[in-house]
């Protein structure tokens, strides 16, 4: 009996040993603080945020741009010469120019807001069909969106349809080996070489969801170690060789098989494209699937689906970010299916989200962060590292610095 004894009272030990062991190599985000409007941030709600060269950082929200060097705090907004107040987007060239846009995030800024339906059943004769242009007196002119914003430390410069690009809606920016700076447009990719933009359109083939032209709805860049784009758009994934300008449209299918050998393929709704320290293709796409997560990755031969889980509770990723570490960051919501509400006054479509924090991969596991972490809200708009590799966290209730300290087992 005493024998018996002592062998479970062992094994309860060898048990408890090995929970604590991994619970001590499990990975950590420490949140460190949380700048908010009460800091000096134009609005709580943070979208984007950068660190300039000079080690200013600047703070992209729904009302504006903030910039900290530190200590002062600083608002712009279309009074100073910005382009729009939303900003989602923050891209420094080579030359030390700062470039703000409303970025791909403002496509999710009215999810889970009520759309107003009743016009629906409201006579024709008894809706306002005023034209844009036509604005009655007395009333303000709605603000269109405006382009991107340029900022050389001193002004702002605001870039147009006016000045050469295809649309005034830019979703991602990238710079070449050469210098030249890539937009995505809603109307194809636009290349800017310091003086002027041309414009690279590329409607691809027609599939069972998709017209031609939404392959020129451009929302990511991506550029391969061997000098290729990757374009992301709202249809799929555009291959395009500098040299040779060739195209190649690719779906999202389960083999990454060209789009023209698959009609019936669906809308794939890219959001972002990033490629990691191995050359692997990552992707994200906004869904509402139920197991999906919206990532996949191509390793070059093969596509790789990521499901949801406790560690990737999303199903519409809208950012990716790879650390100095290699590890892939991404923050997005979980999409439920819409509902209708109807009152006797009037008749909405909700669109449910459920916010899912930020997961992170290590390159073998993905692992989930939120506000039981320290973060100030499960609303992560992106993510971004500073130059003393701290994680700075764009929330919907301030944003928030810390770092992560990963696993030391790579069991565990």
Known sequence: MQKRLHTIWLAVFLLLLHWTVSVAYTAELKIEKTLTQADGLVSNKVLAIFEDRHGTMWFGTTDGLTRYDGKNFQTFTTEDGLSRNTVGLIFEDRQGMLWFADGVLSHFLERGKPMDMSWMETPLSELDLTPYDETPAGTRKPIRLKGVSRYDGEKFRVFTTADG?????????????????WFATGAGVSHYDGETFNTITMNGPMGMQVLPDRWDEITAIAQD?????????????????LPTTGFRHFAIDEDFTLFQEMGDAPTANITDLQFDAKENLWMS?????KENSGIRRYDGKKLTTFSQSEALPMNSVDNIMQDSSGNLWFTGVKNLPPT????EESVSMVYNVV?????VYNGERFQNFDTDDGLPSNRVWSVFEDSSGKLWFATDAGAAVGVYLPSQNADN
């Open 285 to 289: 796409r906004d869904g509402m699937d």
């Open 225 to 241: 170690t061997a000098g290729n784009f990757w374009f992301g758009s709202t249809a799929g994934i555009t291959y395009y060789n």
């Open 165 to 181: 690009l295809p649309r005034d809606t830019i979703k991602d920016i990238f710079e070449d080996e050469a210098g030249t700076l």
């Open 355 to 359: 916010s899912a924090g930020v997961s």
């Open 340 to 343: 209708i509400n109807e009152t």
